[in-house]
């Protein structure tokens, strides 16, 4: 099997991007990736696309071939494939696009993330938001993924002694990260106070704790590892994967404090890039809501399982910290476009792996991990990248 | 590189299914499929579906990981991908899953494809299936798929001198195979007058050219070519595919009666297979409207530039003709759920290669393609399948 790497990387802002369309969100990450990579798209032999539902946001399926089209793909009929696993739909077309490095089949390979929030409103883009749990069984009787997140809040609050204070310093610390990233959503930090006085989402939660409804896309350009160096001085290696699903409805999971099926991609992806968590300088995570940080930084094996709370209120996860998340704002700060947040998130570790990450820089970051969940844990993606 | 091959097939009847929902459509697919291999869902490393629109459909996004729960995937947390480009999503996600073998990750695989279309109505399914084509410049200004066919075949006419005779045989040849096949949505007969006489849908297309609107599913077990025939005496090879992109809009292409998207993909598909078309035993095309059918026959090259209404006047593409296509009935009688409509046409395949296609069967069929489209020709995915 050929090793991958990343050899270019590229985001637009997130946000309410008024001034966009999705494909011309998918346009500007992708030149950018291009560009960094030093390859123009007549080189690439494929795109691979993460969206979670354009479908409805703007009545468009196909995606993947519109964007290849208005990158100028479709010019030399270059193939493109669209993958969804709902807010994990990012990290599984990097995959995806590994296992068609990986057989051999295609060499230089593209791999997008894009969403269009705003352009329906505000309570259609949270019904939509919505459509990666279960709507036989969830949806249809009022559940939003913000009430299943404040569910296993209340669990973990009650199993570990989690408090209210440690879950709002997910945030602050995120706002804090994402007040040094340029590209993020929101650039103000929040104190605890405000986290905790902030009107509710779903009783605990409130809605500093709950990611937002933005706008964004990221790129990526892989290559097969051995010839990586011929693009780039600092390509990044991905060295290792793990892909698990769950059953789509909570309540049919054994324990709905832990994401089992992110305990068994982060298991796979260690063993693959033969690492332990020890070994993890920074990582990417999944905030949709404050607990989400904290359930998963245990998952992931960084910290022990019921102490997150406490590894939080310590101040550790800081990007200065002993074990820095989120660096680049997480979902909260950076922002939350569904389809891109997966890629976006490895965009930032090739950053931090870089040494490009300035005011965020975490010292000496040779070996990044990503989280990217689908639903409430029904899908999760987990990507462990080294410097090479 | 490993080479792949098929092992387990299986499908729902195509039709009005109102008993079933698109999870219960995926479980029947998927479990037949199952059992044709002689496995159990335990032995499976990961499963690939192909949709089209679920999200729109029944306002559920990862359906990926819904499929993969109720097939009974979850309690070992394997791990699901969906796939989407369009009408092509059921081959991509048949291709997706070949990397994943191919790269050596994964060793047995289930892909399935499925769609639900009558859970809305028909305006409304008929929306959703023009999603497709390019919205901005296409269905904004009230552009349907079969309109956008219909200009094909005006113009298909205007150079070739196809008649509208040789137009409405494909829909009488593919009711005729339809007749025979006990899962096709349509059984019943039609002329050639019966067709030319249907109410036009856009002219010069009538009803009865057109595929229908359909609910549906397909399966198929994949594995490693050089273990297969421990599963069943009668695996069949992926020899070869290929998968190219053109312009979403119709509009912005070179010419309109020729898929160059289709003419870059069998190029591939032949060529991987090393394989001409001439050795082609059995071929299912995508049928959307009865000018598709002549036009990749012609782009596939199983017949000369323009000759393809000759071809199809002259009998040539009964199951028992010279060139036989679409003996499943095609999309136009055997149904067209679009999701699922890229793994029925390789699940036909298998069929005619191990000799289990009563009352159609075509003589010694070793070799067999499908082409499998996404919109009006953005997506172009080709399969050639050879008996092992």
Redesign the interface.
């Known amino acids: ?1 050929r090793e991958v790497a990343i050899i270019g990387i590229g985001d637009t802002k997130f946000g309410e991007l008024w001034e966009y ?1 999705l ?1 011309e969100i998918g346009i500007k990450a992708g030149l950018e990736a291009l560009e960094d990579a030093g390859i123009s798209s007549r080189s690439i032999d ?2 691979f696309v993460g969206n ?2 354009a ?2 946001l ?5 995606v ?3 964007i ?2 208005y990158i100028g ?2 010019k030399d ?10 807010e994990a739909s990012g990290a ?1 077309a990097l995959i ?1 696009a ?3 490095i ?4 295609y060499d230089l390979v593209v791999v997008g993330g894009a969403e269009k929030m705003t352009d329906v409103s505000e309570e259609e883009a949270t ?2 938001k919505c ?6 069984w969830e ?1 249809e009787i009022g559940a939003t993924d913000i009430a299943l997140s404040a569910i296993m809040a209340r669990r973990h609050m009650r199993d570990y002694g989690t408090t209210r204070e440690q879950m709002a310093r997910v945030a602050v610390k995120n706002h804090a990260h994402g007040s040094k990233n340029p590209k993020a959503h929101f650039k103000n930090t929040v104190t605890i106070e405000d986290v905790l006085k902030a009107p509710k989402v779903a009783d605990p939660l409130t809605v500093l704790e709950c990611a937002p409804i933005s706008d964004g896309g990221a790129a990526l350009v892989l290559c097969p590892a051995d010839i990586a160096k011929r693009f780039t001085d600092s390509p990044v290696r991905i060295a290792g994967f793990g ?7 909570l309540g ?1 999971r054994r324990d709905i404090c832990t994401m ?2 992110t305990v ?2 982060v298991k796979r992806a260690y063993h693959m890039a033969k690492t332990i968590p020890t070994d993890i300088n920074v990582a990417e995570l999944h905030d949709t809501t404050s607990i989400f940080e904290i359930i998963q930084m245990e998952d992931l094996l960084l910290v022990e399982k019921g102490s997150g709370g406490k590894v939080v209120e310590e101040g550790m996860t800081y990007f200065d910290g002993k074990i820095p998340m989120n660096t680049s704002g997480g979902l909260k700060a950076r922002g939350y476009p569904p389809g891109a947040t997966g890629v976006a998130q490895v965009v930032e570790l090739v950053r931090q792996i870089r040494g490009e990450a300035d005011g965020r820089q975490v010292p000496n970051a040779k070996r990044g991990l990503a989280l990217n969940i ?2 409430s844990g ?2 999760a993606i987990v990507t462990i990248l080294e410097a090479m």
């Open positions: 099997m369309s494909r494929a795109l979670m539902s479908g409805r703007i009545s468009q399926e196909h993947g071939s519109l290849a089209d793909l479709s009929l270059i193939p493109s494939t669209r993958v969804e696993a709902a599984l995806t590994y296992f068609s990986a057989s051999g089949i019904r939509i459509s990666g749990i279960d709507q036989e949806g892909h698990a699903s769950d059953t789509i409805a049919a089992d099926a068994r991609a689908g639903g029904s899908t």
